[in-house]
């Protein structure tokens, strides 16, 4: 029988050179394991809900009423909905043009791009066009739209940072374009070497590579750095000069865990710039209901606001938006409910702010409890989480493990989070799923198990990461930076 279409030696070859490390062969072995009976802590992926962290409850209310809208007609649903709750449903079911279930524009419900656009100008002091702010189904659905607009041909590179999160890599792979990619020093905090970056783009364009954007993730996924205003405008300006556009990761602004370096976006870095370069650079910036002290990751509520676009460049970008019809409407309540919480006054107020600052406090000790716990065990070193989600500690492998791992037909540090897995059922994701530089070795884990579990965790991985270098340690030395 001749070979059909779906076959899989038939496939797009993009579509089988594409590599998703988070939910990559750990992620695999981890489900496997769990349907054997086996405890499994998913540390893979920054799914904050699934690690026990309970909703907001302002925000579930409002879309509980928007969802069921027959209970705003029932005489008791003061007695169960704040009066704020009840207010903010009636204000979103308005927005729509047939409630939850009814297709929105393509852009997303004006009301709701109004909205956040109110939300930037008052993060960052300028106004802001709801026209240039297109809503999506979390922030991965918008970078892909973006990615697909800018990507060509296999000539078309984006710069994207090493390490990385894997969406970029994926998705790059996925359009046929080039990844770029720039190294950042772990020895200076997961720093940015502006020198390293010409460096990039000069080997790129040797290799006949035409780099067309820069994406830039703030706070850092998955090394966990914040980026300093100095940084952010010197990326502006190798932008500028390059004729880049700057695509600005900026999902984890919420997520900070230091008070030296706040997250600032590169919006604001931009505009505070001045003209010419704040009226000449592209820049796209995107973020999402899904992290945050929000982590309503299974919502898909993002959205994208682009500057400096071009308005035929606009009407395209809305044109493939169409082809989807409209993002999912409940994840755009929870962006509305996202850039404009309750506020002083309000019946919900004390409550939200309570529950907020209660996650994003303890989401602050478990990133000192895991930095900790990390640097205090052998040949393991981690900088410390200042934002976002993860920790991403250098594992230095011996050389007895990097040749079993080899006879294995492993890449070493798939091979040590593998026996991690066996071992304690933590389930992590391999540095190498990033990027890294040779001969270095990493795994990535978020901080989001609870805070009282956090201590038996980091006991259990010390206890397995010693008794992993008593066995392979020749005592010769190990892989360095």
Not at 13 to 23: F, I, P, S
Request: one cysteine or more; proline letters at 7%; aromatic letters at 10%.
């Amino acid at each position: 029988m001749s070979s059909k279409p779906l076959d899989y030696e038939n496939l797009n070859e993009n579509v089988k050179k594409t590599q998703y490390a988070v939910r990559g062969e750990l992620y695999l072995r981890a489900s496997e394991l769990q349907k054997e009976g086996k405890k499994i802590i998913f540390t893979n992926v920054g799914n904050p809900h699934a690690l026990g962290q309970k909703p907001l409850t302002f925000p579930r209310q409002v879309i509980a009423l928007c969802q069921a809208p027959f209970l705003l007609d029932d005489p008791n649903v003061g007695l169960i909905f704040p009066a704020d709750a009840i207010a903010r449903a009636k204000q979103f079911l308005a927005m729509t043009s047939g409630g939850l279930g009814a297709y929105s524009d393509s852009r997303g419900i004006p009301g709701v791009r109004k909205l956040v656009a109110e939300f930037i100008e008052r993060r960052d002091g300028y106004p802001s066009d709801p026209e240039l702010i297109f809503l999506t189904d979390g922030a991965s659905k918008g970078v892909m739209q973006i990615l697909n607009s800018v990507i060509r041909d296999p000539s078309d590179g984006i710069l994207v940072p090493v390490p990385q999160y894997p969406l970029y890599s994926a998705s790059i792979q996925l359009l046929g374009g080039s990844l770029v990619p720039y190294y950042l020093e772990e020895t200076a905090n997961w720093g940015l070497d502006i020198n390293d970056l010409r460096q990039s783009v000069e080997q790129a364009r040797y290799k006949g590579i035409t780099v067309r954007a820069m994406v830039i993730i703030n706070p850092g996924n998955p090394t966990g750095q914040c980026l300093s205003v100095a940084n952010i405008k010197q990326i502006i300006q190798f932008c500028h000069q390059e004729n880049l556009v700057l695509l600005g990761d900026e999902v984890y602004q919420q997520n900070i865990y230091q008070d030296e370096r706040p997250f600032i976006s590169a919006r604001k870095v931009l505009f505070d710039m001045g003209p010419p370069i704040s009226k000449e650079l592209q820049l796209v910036s995107f973020h999402t209901v899904s992290k945050g002290y929000w982590g309503e990751c299974g919502q898909r509520g993002g959205y994208f606001e682009m500057t400096n676009i071009s308005p035929r460049a606009v009407e395209e970008i809305y044109k493939i938006a169409s082809i989807s019809l409209s993002p999912n409407v409940p994840g755009q309540i929870f962006m509305g409910l996202m850039v404009n919480p309750p506020k002083p006054g309000d019946i919900s107020y004390d409550q939200f702010v309570r529950e907020s600052k209660g996650i994003l406090e303890s989401l602050r000790k478990r990133a000192h409890i895991m930095t900790d716990g990390f640097n205090s065990c052998r040949n393991v070193v981690c900088n410390f989480t200042e934002g976002a989600m993860y920790s991403f500690p250098q594992i230095r492998l011996p050389p007895r493990a990097i040749e079993a791992a080899k006879k294995l037909g492993k890449v070493p540090d798939v091979f040590y989070c593998l026996r991690l897995l066996e071992a304690t059922g933590i389930s992590t994701v391999p540095g190498s799923g990033f990027g890294q530089k040779e001969g270095v070795f990493h795994l990535r884990t978020t901080i989001l198990p609870a805070e009282e579990d956090m201590p038996a965790i980091m006991d259990s991985f010390k206890k397995f990461n010693d008794e992993f270098m008593e066995q392979y340690e020749d005592h010769r030395g190990y892989s360095r930076m």
